[in-house]
C-alpha cells in the first residue's frame, strides 16, 4: 500500500510541476536589486526535484544533494546582501503551496502522513543549513571588509607619516638656524629683553615637530638607547615646564624616593612626561580649577619596573572618550592634533611598557610602567 501511495504521489507531482512552480513563482517576494533574482525560479525548481525524489533516495543522499543546494543558495543570498527574512518566507511558501496541491492528490491524509513528514523532514534541514551557512558567510564578508578597512587606515597612517616627515624635516632646518641665532644673541647680548621667552617658545615648537617625526618613525636612524636616570629626567622636564606651572599657578607634588635607572631613548621618554603634564597644565587651567595640582608619584615593582603615576584634580574625562583618548587625530582641543597621546603610548610600548589612563570625579591619573635597566649607570 506505501509504494502504491509513494507511485501515485510521484505521479501527481510530476503532473502538476509547472503550475505548482508558477503559483509559488508568483507569490514569492523578489526584492529588485538583487543581482541573483534570475536563479530564484531556477534555485525552486532544484529544491522541488529534490521533493519529488525524496523516496527515490536514502536518508543519507538526501541530506547531501539538500546541504549541498542549501549552501549555494545561501552563498548567493549573503553576497546579494538581501534580507535572511525573504528567503525563509519564500521557502515556507514553497511548502505551503505544496501542501495546497497535496490535498488535490485524492489520497487520505493518512496515507500520505510519511510523504508529509519527509517533506518537513527536507524543508526544515534545507532551511537549516541555509540560514547557518548565511550568517558564516555574512560573517566572513563583514570580517574581509573590516580587515581592508584597517588595512586602508594603516596605509593612510604610514602614508601621513612619510608626508609628515618629509616636510617637517625641511621645517626644522631654519627652526634650527633660528634657534642658533638665538644662543648668539644672548652671547652678544646678555640683558636683551624676551630672548628666554624666544628660545622657550622655540623649544615648545620643537617638541610639537618631535611628536610628527615620531609617527614616521624615521628618526630613530643613528639614534642608539642608552641608560638613563628617571629621577633627572623629571626634573628637566618639570623645569622646562615651568613657565607654565607658572603661569597657571598649578601646584605640583612630586614624591620620588629612589634612584632609577631605564634603558632606552631618553629624549622620546622625556617627550611623553613633557606631553601627558602639559595636557594636565593644560586641563586645569582651561577648566579654572580652585587650587590646581598634579602629582607625580614612582616607585619599583618586584625590582624589575618603574610605576610612574601622573595625576591631576581636574574634571573626569567621560566614559565614553575614555577608550579612544589613545586613538590618532583624537582630541577634545580647538587646535590639536590628536597626535600627543597616541604618541606617548606607542613610545611607551616601544620600551616594552604599557600606559593606561583611569579617571574619576576630580582625579585623572596616568600610570606608565616601563622595565628597569638591567644594570646600573
Known amino acids: 500500500m506505501l509504494s502504491e501511495v509513494r507511485t501515485d504521489l510521484i505521479t501527481f507531482f510530476k503532473k502538476n510541476k509547472e503550475s505548482l512552480l508558477r503559483e509559488w513563482e508568483n507569490s514569492i517576494i523578489i ?73 488535490k ?11 508529509i513528514n519527509k517533506i518537513n523532514f527536507c524543508f526544515d534541514k534545507f532551511l537549516y543549513y541555509a540560514v547557518t551557512h548565511y550568517i558564516e558567510a555574512k560573517n566572513k564578508i563583514i570580517e574581509e571588509k573590516s580587515m581592508f578597512i584597517d588595512s ?30 638665538i644662543q648668539l644673541l644672548k652671547a652678544d647680548h646678555p640683558d636683551m629683553k624676551y630672548l628666554d621667552i624666544i628660545s622657550s617658545e622655540l623649544d615648545q615648537l620643537n617638541f610639537r615637530i618631535s611628536q610628527f617625526l615620531l609617527l614616521s618613525k624615521k628618526e630613530l636612524i643613528g639614534k642608539e638607547k642608552e641608560q638613563f636616570n628617571h629621577n633627572k629626567l623629571i626634573d628637566e622636564v618639570l623645569n622646562f615646564l615651568y613657565p607654565s606651572i607658572l603661569d597657571g599657578n598649578v601646584k605640583i607634588n612630586k614624591k620620588i624616593s629612589e634612584e632609577m635607572i631605564l634603558y ?46 601622573i595625576s591631576n584634580n581636574g574634571p573626569m574625562i567621560p566614559f565614553e572618550l575614555s577608550k579612544t583618548i589613545f586613538e590618532p587625530f583624537f582630541t577634545t582641543k580647538k587646535l590639536g592634533t590628536g597626535l600627543g597621546l597616541f604618541v606617548c603610548k606607542e613610545i611607551i610600548e616601544k620600551h616594552k611598557g604599557n600606559l593606561t589612563c583611569s579617571s574619576t570625579p576630580g582625579l585623572t591619573i596616568f600610570t606608565i610602567k616601563l622595565p628597569l635597566a638591567a644594570s646600573p649607570l
Open 264 to 309: 632606552g631613548y631618553a629624549d622620546e621618554i622625556r617627550q611623553v612626561f613633557i606631553n601627558i603634564i602639559f595636557n594636565a597644565i593644560d586641563v586645569l587651567n582651561h577648566h579654572r580649577i580652585s587650587n590646581p595640582t598634579i602629582e607625580i608619584k614612582s616607585y619599583i615593582e618586584n625590582d624589575t619596573h618603574l610605576i610612574l603615576s
Open 105 to 115: 492528490a485524492g489520497l487520505q491524509w493518512t496515507d500520505l502522513q510519511e510523504s
Open 31 to 103: 526584492s529588485n536589486d538583487d543581482p541573483f533574482k534570475e536563479k530564484i525560479r531556477e534555485n525552486g525548481i532544484a529544491l522541488v526535484n529534490v521533493i519529488f525524489n525524496m523516496h527515490l533516495m536514502s536518508e543519507q543522499e538526501l541530506l547531501n544533494i539538500i546541504k549541498e543546494h542549501a549552501l549555494k543558495v545561501s552563498e548567493e543570498r549573503a553576497l546579494a546582501n538581501i534580507n535572511i527574512g525573504e528567503f525563509v518566507y519564500n521557502v515556507n511558501h514553497g511548502r505551503t503551496v505544496l501542501y495546497g496541491y497535496l490535498s
Open 152 to 181: 586602508t587606515h594603516q596605509d593612510r597612517l604610514t602614508l601621513l607619516g612619510q608626508m609628515t616627515s618629509s616636510f617637517i624635516h625641511e621645517f626644522r632646518n631654519p627652526l634650527t638656524s633660528i634657534q642658533g641665532f
